[in-house]
Structures are given as structure tokens and as C-alpha cells.
Nanobody, 126 residues
């Protein structure tokens, strides 16, 4: 089992940047593909990005491609989401998640992920 704790959210103006972090407990962190999801009020939770166990592969939602960068540091049991050129529509609670599947594919469905953090609020003002 792994426990996830997100940090780094906040209020930023449109065009600004934030970096989210997600720290994981446990000694098997590098056995999980990791994902970021977000949920705006009144909307379903949506996929943002995923990263492979080694960090060598990433996948992004079209809405954030080119603006967000997902990385991980397995030595620190931490993943990061660098968010640049933020837009008001990026406003949401952002969640970190771990996928325990042995499959190598980076999955986008929230139901595919086994462990979740508590979320961190990101608000982008216009």
C-alpha cells in the first residue's frame, strides 16, 4: 500500500506557473505508474497526466499538452507536475494517484488507479 500527499497548490494569475508535488510513503514507489487528475466543481474527475515507473514515458491530456510537465524522482518517492501558462479553466482540485497494475500502459481512467491523495486546490484568476 502507498499513501500519497499532494502539495504546491494555490492562487495564481492566468499565464503564471505552479509546481505540484506528491510525496509517497512506502518502499515500492518505483513499482507504480503515477497519475495526476483534476476535478472542478460540478464536473467529473478528469485525467491530466501519467508517468511510467521509471519516468521514461509520459502521457498528457490534450488540454495540458505542451504546458504541463510530469516528472518523478524515485529516490525521493516524489512526483511533480510543473504547470506553466495556466488558464482559468485549469482551476480545480488536483489529485495524485498510483496505479498498481503490472501493465506497462499509462492509463487515463480514474477507476484504474488504486491509491489517491487528498488533493490540492489550484485556482487561476483571469
Amino acid at each position: 500500500q502507498v499513501q500519497l500527499v499532494e502539495s504546491g497548490g494555490g492562487l495564481v494569475q492566468a499565464g503564471g506557473s505552479l509546481r505540484l508535488s506528491c510525496a509517497a510513503s512506502g518502499r515500492t514507489f518505483n513499482s507504480y505508474n503515477m497519475g495526476w487528475f483534476r476535478q472542478a466543481p460540478g464536473k467529473e474527475r478528469e485525467f491530466v497526466a501519467a508517468i511510467s515507473r521509471s519516468g521514461g514515458s509520459t502521457r498528457y491530456a490534450d488540454s495540458v499538452q505542451g504546458r504541463f510537465t510530469f516528472s518523478r524522482d524515485n529516490a525521493k518517492n516524489t512526483v511533480y507536475l510543473q504547470m506553466n501558462s495556466l488558464k482559468p479553466e485549469d482551476t480545480a482540485v488536483y489529485y495524485c494517484a498510483a496505479d498498481n497494475s503490472p501493465l506497462g500502459v499509462l492509463r487515463v481512467g480514474p477507476g484504474r488507479y488504486d491509491y489517491w491523495g487528498q488533493g490540492t486546490q489550484v485556482t487561476v484568476s483571469s
